[in-house]
């Protein structure tokens, strides 16, 4: 390897602006504003603003916190420092239920200064004895569990200066005050482990009350708590009951107080909703709704009372992550009669949550909906893949004009839907589809010069909507529905770069450590809805129970939260333990494993095509990278002796890995992408052996035609793998490839998310065998990490992570012509677009303030680099074909010829 040289842009301490920097977007635990969080050290976020300037460093910060009363409870000293993200609260505690202000001033390395608007955060309930409210369910049931209604009217006396609403529920809950919907939430309170811990919303209702007479009510779900649910739609995983606890804080202008809140005075009844469940659907019964049933004027002397239930509070917590909301709203763009004779309306994307129409007719009038993701072969409606999820909502018109319905506590995956028993003609314009997931915040766009690639990274986004519900399910459609891990840690690094997943994770994560078994090993799926924290359900699996380490780490590279490592930290040394104690001789070759999972096979295998990695090996390899992960954290975390520890452990299981699996000329016993891959990903190979392992990698794609033949555990490596050893033009055939088994093989058959199987639907149109076929299962989207970080080049450091330091490298390849990426780092947004036009390469790269940069330009050659026209101070030599740039925060323009 050549001495590297790194170039600094003279001009970067000059070209200032006269305009003042801004402090922008400030976080408390990663929110803007929340209502409550119960974290008693929170910690503060913020971005620098510094327009048209280059080179922006914070260098001090002042931060000052206030509580309702304007008093100061912290208000450090200036801190000499150019730390924005993350800071710890250290001042005097925080109280229960109470709301507090913060702004933030900071200087920089030009003189300037500047401070913050405002923000705010509110504690939750931080002690189960602020919970006044009491559990409470309906009195009986009938046996098809129609939806309960529960109630109050209260009386508002005083001018009203706060009030903050806290709400759970056993089961999902919609809540009301005054006819109107508390929040824009959905599916609350969300996915967790329920015998665990369950999750309650704050929401800020000061708007909703109104002087005299108010109601507050909610209607019920049995969603995951209790619905039909999991493997083998299993129900009652979590309990039978069904069950409410809410609480109002109000605080009047005067200073007193006053709260409502669920008990035995409550009254419950039945409306519209008779049932509703996850897999199966809703059925909505429009002549029993209870007209103004949340209102203060309804007459609820006909309804039952409320009963009480003895269920703990002392495993309740605040949300952290965003809540599943609305999104994207779609209109038909084709109706059409099957063969069969069925009417279905397309919407032109395979999407996840719920139609929404109107209609008029009868009372008694009842409508049917089904949804599908594809149509068979003939042209029909195929539902055969949901396996035993109806996914069917039933809407029972009351007679009353024109009438909206969508259904409630339920969620569909469909690009199409059926409609059965619908009055008179349907009008496409009457239907919607509302897309439903996790509010994170985009974070990225990728574009090419190749159409079919744009499709493809649309897909990937798709995907990734359509399956982070609240959990990073593996498919939204079928009866289903999980928190696969090894789905969610081969998908992990891509997701941050479609969306701000941080929280999103860090909550599952909790989960994670919470019903990992006690032998270290991790269920399948997270959280455990196989058999409720009994291992029977099965766990262990390598490639599966590595999330526990390599989400992690992911979540760390790209926020640089070092609090992620230390809630996962025993649990990822957990697991390192149970490899190691069902290792002999530092070789794992035991245990049920999932392997490379649904690599590519076939059917009639004479000439030996089929490209089986053996399951040992591949676990030998995560065992080799959980380890490395498990120093990586122990490292970051000061832990010196475990570093010392696993680092020798690291050692004996690679030697382990060498004497079993690779002859001494480097061949692996596996002579499969996904072995080569891994080994050089994984960095299981002495240095001598690396090259030629690569070159056999590349032989291996070129012997089946260009083609991969990884599943789930080689796919995310093997393009990064490639580009690493001096393929890049291997891993970009196998991007560009449009035949079967490739990425875009199913973009030319109409995909519009990615397949849980390259072959999903056949060439000749026939579909893949319906146990195990879904359209709308992320992982083999992760091949978007390496569009990102390979060939728009945009990452981090890893010794600065979280985009603190960042690296922006492009790679020209597979004839684009231009190539753009922008993601919102933690400190703001950075940007790679580069082109090739008339034998130059142009580059514009855009740095955020408070981070520096090194930028790579591709040169050959004596090519000289210009940055703005002007020319870049030349390095004694290239470093492996590009010219090295250390440059500040600000926007770029570079360019040299080809």
């Known amino acids: 390897m050549r001495k590297t040289f790194f170039l600094f842009i003279a001009l970067l301490a000059g070209q200032l602006c006269s305009a003042q920097i801004k402090v922008q977007r400030l976080m408390t635990e990663n929110l803007v504003n929340p209502v409550a969080i119960d974290a008693l050290g929170p910690r503060f976020s913020w971005q620098l603003d510094g327009g048209q300037t280059r080179g922006v460093m914070q260098t001090a910060y002042q931060i000052k916190v206030t509580d309702e009363a304007n008093h100061v409870v912290w208000a450090p000293a200036k801190v000499s420092s150019d730390q924005s993200m993350y800071v710890n609260y250290q001042g005097s505690a925080l109280k229960s239920g109470q709301k507090y202000t913060w702004h933030v001033k900071v200087w920089d390395n030009h003189g300037k200064s500047a401070e913050s608007l405002p923000a705010t955060f509110g504690m939750g309930l931080l002690k189960a004895d602020d919970w006044k409210a009491q559990w409470i369910g309906p009195a009986r049931e009938e046996a098809s569990r129609p939806s309960p209604l529960l109630r109050k009217g209260f009386t508002v006396n005083k001018k009203v200066k706060k009030a903050i609403a ?211 072969k003939a042209g029909n409606f195929y539902t055969d893949n949901l396996r035993d999820a109806k996914a069917q909502n039933t809407f029972i018109l009351s007679g009353n004009g024109v009438e909206t319905f969508e259904p409630q506590f339920t969620w569909q995956g469909f690009r199409y839907i059926r409609i059965e028993g619908y009055p008179g003609d349907i009008k496409p314009e009457d239907f919607t589809a509302t897309a439903v997931y996790s509010d994170m915040a985009p974070t990225g766009s990728f574009s090419c010069s190749n159409p079919m690639i744009n499709q493809l990274q649309h897909n990937i986004q798709w995907g990734q909507k359509g399956n982070f519900l609240d959990i990073p399910t593996d498919c939204p459609q079928r009866d289903e529905r999980l928190g696969w891990t090894g789905d969610a840690q081969v998908f992990s690094r891509t997701s941050t770069f479609n969306m701000n997943t941080h929280n999103f994770f860090a909550k599952w994560l909790k989960d994670v450590a919470l019903d990992q078994f006690s032998d270290g090993s991790l269920p399948h799926v997270i959280p455990d809805a196989f058999d409720n924290g009994r291992p029977t359900g099965g766990g262990g699996s390598a490639g599966w129970s590595d999330a526990t380490t390599i989400i992690p780490w992911n979540m760390y590279l790209a926020y640089g939260d070092k609090q ?311 390095a004694a030599d290239q470093i492996a074909g590009y010219t090295a740039v250390n440059v500040g925060s600000g926007n770029y323009h570079f360019s040299t010829s080809m």
């Open 564 to 874: 992620i490592l230390e809630n996962q930290y025993n649990s990822m040394k957990a697991w390192v333990g149970f490899m190691k104690s069902r290792s002999h001789n530092n070789l794992w070759n035991v245990g049920d494993h999932f392997g490379d999972w649904l690599f590519y096979t076939r059917n009639d295998d004479n000439d030996g095509s089929a490209a089986i990695t053996s399951k040992y090996l591949i676990a030998q390899c995560f065992y080799a990278h959980s380890t490395q992960l498990l120093i990586n954290a122990a490292q970051v975390l000061g832990k010196t002796d475990d570093v010392e520890t696993y680092t020798k452990l690291l050692a004996d299981v690679k030697g382990a890995y060498l004497r079993e699996y690779v002859t001494p000329n480097g061949l692996i016993s596996s002579d499969t992408q996904t072995a080569y891959a891994e080994a050089l990903e994984f960095d299981m190979l002495p240095e001598n052996l690396r090259e030629q392992a690569a070159g056999r990698l590349a032989d291996n794609i070129r012997r089946y035609g260009n083609h991969l033949t990884t599943g789930f555990l080689g796919t995310p490596y093997l393009c990064d793998a490639l580009s690493k050893y001096g393929h890049a033009d291997a891993a970009f055939r196998l991007l560009l490839q449009e035949e079967y088994p490739s990425w875009l093989y199913p973009i030319k058959m109409g995909a519009t998310t990615i397949w849980e199987r390259w072959d999903g639907i056949k060439p000749d149109g026939e579909l893949e065998v319906p146990s195990m076929n879904s359209y709308n299962h992320y992982a083999y989207g992760a091949i978007g990490d390496w569009m990102y970080r390979t060939v728009a080049g945009i990452d981090t450091k890893s010794e600065q992570p979280g985009y603190k330091g960042i690296t922006i490298k492009p790679t020209v390849g597979g004839n684009f012509t231009q190539v753009s990426a922008d993601y919102e780092t933690p400190y703001g947004k950075a940007s790679s677009h580069w082109k090739v036009e008339n034998g130059n390469f142009v580059l514009d790269v855009v740095i955020p303030a408070n981070t520096t940069a090194t930028v790579y330009i591709p040169t050959k050659g004596d090519s000289a680099v210009t940055e703005g026209g002007k020319p870049v101070t030349k």
């Open 166 to 376: 806290f709400i759970t529920a056993h089961g999902l809950y919609e809540a009301h005050i005054n006819g109107k919907r508390v929040g824009e939430d959905y599916l609350t309170p969300g996915y967790t482990s329920y015998n665990k811990r369950i999750q309650y919303q704050a929401y800020d209702v000061t708007n909703l009350l109104q002087p005299g007479a108010n109601a507050v009510g909610a209607s019920l779900g049995s969603g995951w708590y209790r619905g039909v649910y999991g493997i083998g739609t299993r129900h009652e995983i979590y309990g039978k009951d069904i069950s409410l606890l809410l609480q109002i804080n109000i605080t009047y202008a005067d200073g007193s107080t006053a709260t409502v809140a669920t008990d035995d005075s409550w009254k419950t009844s039945t409306g519209e909703i008779r049932y509703a469940e996850i897999y199966m659907g809703s059925t909505t019964d429009a002549r029993k709704e209870q007209k103004g049933w949340s209102t203060a004027a309804f007459n609820d002397s006909g309804w039952s009372k409320a009963v009480i239930g003895n269920y703990p509070k002392d495993d309740l917590v605040a949300t952290v992550n965003e809540p599943v909301k609305k999104h994207e709203i779609f209109k038909v763009v084709k109706m059409f009669t099957t063969p069969k004779g069925e009417k279905v309306l397309d919407f032109g994307q395979n999407l996840v949550g719920w139609v929404k129409f109107k209609v008029s007719g009868k009372a008694g009038d009842k409508i049917v909906i089904s949804h599908a993701e594809v149509m068979d």
